[in-house]
């Protein structure tokens, strides 16, 4: 009896929409410089969110040592808003950083979704 319990239990788990939702990838970067070593971010996650339960809710800039730079937090799911771009203004990045990796997280998985490394446009 306790084993078809658990059997029960782990299928119903793993039919969760969270449980499918998988992680939270960037699947593009737009970045302008404005001078001074100050960026700006346009950055498309794609994540199937399903709720509060799981939903990507931040990205953020790195350096090529893995130094977080900047973080936009995403306030809320976006269930119904697949990709979605949001803005991350005035990022200061040091002037020997060449390039910058971008990466998401969601409520669920954390990190290991889809990153991209792009190279940091001069003035």
Known sequence: MKKRAITCLLSLLS???SVHAGEADVVDVAIKN???NIYDFSVTVMHQDTG???YANRWE???EKG???GTRTLH???VNEQPFTRRLSGIHIPSETKSVVIR???SVHKYGGATVTVQ???N
């Open 61 to 63: 800039v790195l350096d």
């Open 76 to 78: 809320h799911p976006h």
């Open 34 to 36: 404005r001078g001074a």
């Open 52 to 54: 509060w339960d799981h």
């Open 104 to 106: 998401s997280h969601d």
């Open 120 to 122: 940091l446009p001069m």
């Open 15 to 17: 039919t969760h929409p």
């Open 67 to 69: 130094v977080i730079l």
